[in-house]
């Protein structure tokens, strides 16, 4: 199955460390998306990639947020100094553009709870 | 900017009933509209799409949805519930060109025996 992943699937820190999450989309895709969900809510956009190029990052949460894709492929996303608010479950997804609407393709998650 | 209101957090139907979960949409230009189905513990997976091509649109598991622009709704059904539908479901409209999605807030879906 050459689907999304993300690793890892589960991350517990202590509020201050430093956290990053990999994700690795369907190889031939093109672009590179970042979500947050908490619990109870639908996922919420923070940013993506076309290629190696970060298009649009002010929905990242804080300047605490970073992402990067460095050779567009695969993606990080690391949280600096993490607070007990950014415990929520992590979902990439990436697409191919086709000048249509753009299915995007989930990979199963990061879920980070932060002590 | 677009939004979207999914009616009712959490939906109970009996096992063969009829599934209606409701979707609300705003958006400036005509939109993209999908639903996506999420596991416990899992990632979203796409049940369906539209993209203006047609009104009604069939999609994975049984599950079709019709879209209203007079009402601005995009409600997903399903004639027959099963107990593998039991699920969390996200309707999403695509903004702008980056297409990124903006979701509701999800319904529950829970089945009866």
């Known amino acids: 199955d050459t689907g999304v992943s993300q690793d890892p699937r589960h991350k517990i820190t202590k509020r201050g460390q430093n956290v990053t999450f990999r994700c690795d989309p369907i190889?031939?895709?093109?672009?590179l998306y970042w979500y947050r969900q908490t619990l109870g809510q639908g996922p919420e956009f923070l940013t993506y990639?076309?290629?190696?190029?970060?298009?649009?990052k002010s929905r990242l949460l804080s300047d605490r947020f970073s992402a990067e894709r460095p050779k567009g492929s695969f993606s990080t996303l690391e949280i600096q100094r993490t607070e007990q608010g950014d415990s929520a479950m992590y979902l990439c997804?990436?697409?191919?553009?086709?000048?249509?609407?753009?299915?995007?393709?989930f990979g199963p998650g990061t879920r980070l709870t932060v002590l | 900017a677009q939004s979207v209101t999914q009616l009712g957090s959490h939906v109970s139907v009996s096992e063969g009933a009829l599934v209606l979960l409701r979707c609300n949409y705003s958006?400036?230009?005509?939109?993209?509209l999908f639903w996506y189905v999420q596991y416990p513990n899992q990632g979203l997976q796409l049940l369906l799409k539209?993209?203006?091509?047609?009104?009604l649109v069939k999609g994975i598991n049984g599950f079709e949805a019709e879209f209203k622009k007079s009402e601005t709704s995009f409600h997903l059904t399903k004639p027959s519930a099963h107990m593998s539908d039991a699920a969390e479901y996200f309707c999403?409209?695509?903004?702008?060109?980056?297409?990124?999605?903006?979701f509701g807030q999800g319904t529950r879906l829970t089945i009866n025996p």
């Open positions: 539209y993209t203006s091509a047609a009104t």
């Open positions: 999403a409209v695509s903004e702008g060109g980056a297409q990124k999605l903006v």
């Open positions: 990639f076309q290629n190696e190029a970060q298009l649009e």
């Open positions: 997804a990436s697409s191919l553009t086709t000048g249509g609407a753009n299915e995007q393709f």
């Open positions: 958006s400036s230009v005509p939109p993209y």
């Open positions: 190889s031939e895709h093109n672009r």
